[in-house]
């Protein structure tokens, strides 16, 4: 082994302990690790950027700008109205919600099919008083499996053509994938509609329709209090009060002469004899308590119910991957000041966070109830990266527009290049281009649509996965696998590439797997003296099969709080679908793609 070498396995260790220890982003991991890689001579300055121009991270970035057009064109809404019928039993709801979900996966990114569906399954699990458990990790499991069919279904499918490019100067095509994944894809369904729904516990989460579940006991969290007339708070505003309490302290009403004023302003001024409804922890207004700024009241029976009026609504939304919220907190947001909605409360994974509300530091998944007038919310809630988690009380994106053109611009996009008139890349910057001309979206829901840290992620660690080739290490870690797993058949060795890519993807992300094991499959097919194809191929299969964890894909993280699932849960159903994958995908392999 080459000094060279050495450092390179030292360098992509660490970047994988990194990755599953999960305390810094993984975007930051990658762009350390490619700074290491440059500054200890294993990747050229010069080459150390050239993955942010590879044809892998523009598709990629394309492919979430189409998403977006298509999640906003409203054609989705006349779609979804099939599934009524599919209610009448749990096998039917879950095939007909998967079924979809996992079309619509076929051919736009995983979190956009997911973020289609998410509302739509949560309104059926109401409506037919089902427990969402049985539904959520399904539908999350079916985008995942949806991305298999086609090149543009996920990214790890991009990343392996564009090295196909590399080693055979031709990519994948955009129904290459299709031989294998769709019928995997069928049988994952098959299976989750059939069997796997059952292996799944009843959660205590509930499906809510615009803020109407159980999820969130708000009743025991609100607080009135009058403000006396003697009270330096007379005549000062509802922010005022606010920052006193640290933003750890919500007004969502006001009691003024018998008459309910909901959702107050920040501006809204405070006027004695006012009976102020606050949401929060009894403990931050107890000196306010004894500077008599403000009294403690009998029970007047108001309710959580009351939160709610004509024109103000209760919602309930989750924190999306790549939202501007991640990492900050109520308090350092100043989100009543700013957005003018009340945070209300926060669940994460079915609990509630020990510390303060104003505290918390948001993580993508993370359930938010939040209060305020129904306008306001369907703006702010996609401008802070916000999924409403029920279509009742609130408009999903605030417009619909162009309901056929953008899937239009998109059929045209995937024709030509499916045809061959142009390469992948250029046909769906082109959609793009086309996509804003038209003005079937703005330009700052192109911008604002993109996962920029996976955008960087892909383009520092494809430096790193060609300085596995040019070092000679992915002839080195093939060779090893061959000679461990010598008496081992083909397709043996296929499961086994199959099997360790699952595993990496569950524990990193299913980009970097794609990135470390494509050129360490090409190395063991020059060592077995076969095409490169059958082991690219299942690469593909097993870096897009990231079950077993919530952490392996955006898609199962969300799908976790509102679910009601434990880390655990996930095996239940994630171990015995990688069994069906592995037993259905590898024969495809051998037939499809072995001379």
Not at 126 to 140: A, F, G, N, T
Not at 308 to 318: Q, S
Not at 433 to 455: F, G, K, M, N, Q
């Amino acid at each position: 082994m080459t000094l060279e070498q050495t450092i390179l396995f030292l360098i992509i260790a660490a970047t994988m302990g990194l990755f599953i220890w999960g305390r810094l982003r993984y975007d930051i991991v990658a762009v350390v690790a490619l700074l290491v890689a440059v500054y200890c001579g294993v990747v050229s300055a010069e080459d150390a950027f050239r993955g942010f121009g590879h044809p892998a991270v523009i598709t990629v970035a394309a492919v979430f700008i189409v998403s977006r057009a298509l999640q906003i064109s409203g054609l989705v809404d006349l779609l979804v109205s099939v599934l009524a019928p599919a209610n009448r039993n749990m096998t039917l709801q879950v095939g007909a919600i998967g079924g979809l979900a996992m079309a619509f996966s076929a051919f736009m990114n995983n979190i956009g099919a997911l973020a289609l569906m998410l509302p739509v399954a949560l309104r059926q699990s109401l409506d037919s008083r089902r427990p969402p458990s049985k539904i959520l990790m399904p539908l999350s499991f079916a985008t995942l499996l949806g991305g298999l069919i086609t090149l543009i279904g996920t990214p790890p499918n991009i990343i392996i053509a564009a090295f196909r490019m590399d080693v055979a100067g031709e990519p994948f095509a955009m129904f290459d994938f299709t031989p294998v994944g769709l019928p995997v894809a069928i049988a994952g369904l098959a299976f989750i509609s059939l069997v796997g729904w059952r292996l799944l516990p009843v959660t205590r989460a509930t499906a809510t329709a615009g803020g109407q579940g159980t999820r969130f006991q708000i009743e025991a969290y609100l607080i009135e209090s009058t403000v006396p007339a003697t009270s330096d708070l007379v005549g000062a505003q509802i922010r005022d009060l606010e920052r006193l309490c640290q933003n750890e302290i919500t007004v969502v009403a006001i009691i003024r002469e018998g008459r309910r004023l909901l959702a107050p302003a920040g501006a809204d001024g405070i006027l004695a004899n006012d009976i102020l409804i606050l949401e929060g922890d009894p403990m931050v207004l107890e000196r306010h308590f004894q500077d008599e700024r403000l009294e403690a009241i009998s029970d007047t029976g108001f309710s959580a119910k009351e939160l709610r009026g004509e024109h103000v609504t209760l919602v309930e939304a989750i924190v999306m991957p790549g939202s501007p919220v991640e990492g900050q907190s109520m308090r350092g947001l100043r989100m009543h000041e700013r957005y003018g909605v009340n945070l209300l409360a926060l669940a994460r994974e079915d609990r509630k966070p020990a510390l303060r509300l104003g505290s918390i530091r948001f993580k993508r998944g993370d359930v938010l109830l939040m209060q305020g007038d129904r306008g306001t919310l369907s703006e702010v809630l996609p401008a802070i990266g916000c999924l409403p988690l029920a279509r009742r009380g609130i408009s999903m994106t605030g417009r619909r527009r162009k309901a056929i053109l953008a899937p239009a611009i998109f059929l045209i996009a995937i024709l030509a290049a499916a045809l061959g008139l142009v390469s992948v890349p250029v046909a769906f910057v082109s959609a793009v281009a086309a996509l804003a001309i038209t003005a079937c979206l703005t330009l700052r829901e192109a911008y604002d649509s993109v996962e920029w840290p996976l955008i960087v992620l892909l383009g520092a660690l494809l430096p790193l996965g060609e300085a596995l080739q040019t070092t000679g290490a992915t002839v080195l870690i093939a060779e090893g696998i061959i000679t461990l797993a010598g008496t081992l058949p083909i397709w043996g060795m296929i499961a086994l590439v199959v099997a360790c890519s699952m595993l990496l993807s569950d524990l990193i992300h299913n980009s970097p797997t794609a990135v470390l094991m494509a050129p360490i499959s090409v190395a063991m097919a020059e060592g077995l003296h076969l095409p490169p194809e059958p082991f690219l191929m299942a690469v593909a299969l097993g870096a897009a099969s990231p079950y077993l964890t919530p952490i392996g894909h955006q898609s199962n993280t969300l799908v976790m709080a509102p679910g009601g699932y434990r880390f655990a849960d996930y095996w239940r159903l994630g171990l015995p679908l990688d069994l069906v994958i592995l037993v259905v995908g590898v024969p495809l392999i051998m037939l499809v793609w072995i001379p």
